[in-house]
Antibody, heavy 118, light 109 residues
Framework: QITLKESGPTLVKPTQTLTLTCTFS??????????VGWIRQPPGKALEWLAL???????RYSPSLKSRLTITKDTSKNQVVLTMTNMDPVDTATYYCAHLSSTSVDYWGQGTLVTVSS | QSALTQPASVSGSPGQSITISCTGT?????????VSWYQQHPGKAPKLMIYDVSNRPSGVSNRFSGSKSGNTASLTISGLQAEDEADYYC?????????FGTGTKVTVL
């Protein structure tokens, strides 16, 4: 059974760096074709793709946020970490991590709400 | 990359069929057969309903079907039921990762 869970701060101040951790079970990020991605959803708004990392350490970022994002994996700990720099109130959102099969997100974490406010 | 374009809302009566469109470009929807559809109920995480344009994951009702023509993908829900009332998002693979649609609120009248 595949499960994912996001963890990190619920409140960050403007200009700070956000660090989120996705801890997963039920699969290995060293298996060919597998990936883990991050997606966010501002309150009442649409989903937005942020970043993903594949089993072979291939990384992809949203072009509009690429300069602010870094995604890394720790296969031994079954964790993926996303950092986002220079946080702004518009970055207030529920952040989801998700399991990627070769072509789609098939399992989602429960999401974690991050509020950016001074 | 811009979000894929979906109608803001679609409605139908129980038992009817509805179709949600998802329009992109040749760099996303038109360029790959990797379109997915997600259902999201309020306060819940999205759920995968269709992958690779027209495939249903195990456990998803066969009332849900997907298709694609050119740069536009579509999700059809037949035999509309009250439980289908939710937000629906399409997604497509792109060279830089993935992109989501603007989302469609489905209302069962």
């Amino acid at each position: 059974q595949i499960t994912l869970k996001e963890s990190g701060p619920t409140l960050v101040k403007p200009t700070q760096t956000l660090t989120l951790t996705c801890t997963f079970s039920g699969f290995s990020l060293s298996t060919s074709g597998v990936g883990v991605g991050w997606i966010r959803q501002p309150p009442g708004k649409a989903l937005e793709w942020l970043a993903l990392i594949y089993w072979d350490d291939d990384k992809r970022y949203s072009p509009s946020l690429k300069s602010r994002l870094t995604i890394t994996k720790d296969t031994s700990k079954n964790q993926v970490v996303l950092t986002m720099t220079n946080m702004d109130p518009v970055d207030t959102a529920t952040y989801y991590c998700a399991h990627l099969s070769s072509t789609s997100v098939d399992y989602w974490g429960q999401g974690t709400l991050v509020t950016v406010s001074s | 990359q811009s979000a894929l374009t979906q109608p803001a809302s679609v409605s139908g009566s129980p038992g009817q069929s509805i179709t949600i469109s998802c329009t992109g470009t040749s760099s996303d929807v038109g360029g790959y057969n990797y379109v997915s559809w997600y259902q999201q109920h309020p306060g819940k995480a999205p759920k995968l309903m269709i992958y690779d344009v027209s495939n249903r994951p195990s456990g998803v009702s066969n009332r849900f079907s997907g298709s694609k023509s050119g740069n536009t993908a579509s999700l059809t829900i037949s035999g509309l039921q009250a439980e289908d009332e939710a937000d629906y998002y399409c997604s497509s693979y792109t060279s830089s990762g993935y992109v989501f649609g603007t989302g469609t609120k489905v209302t069962v009248l």
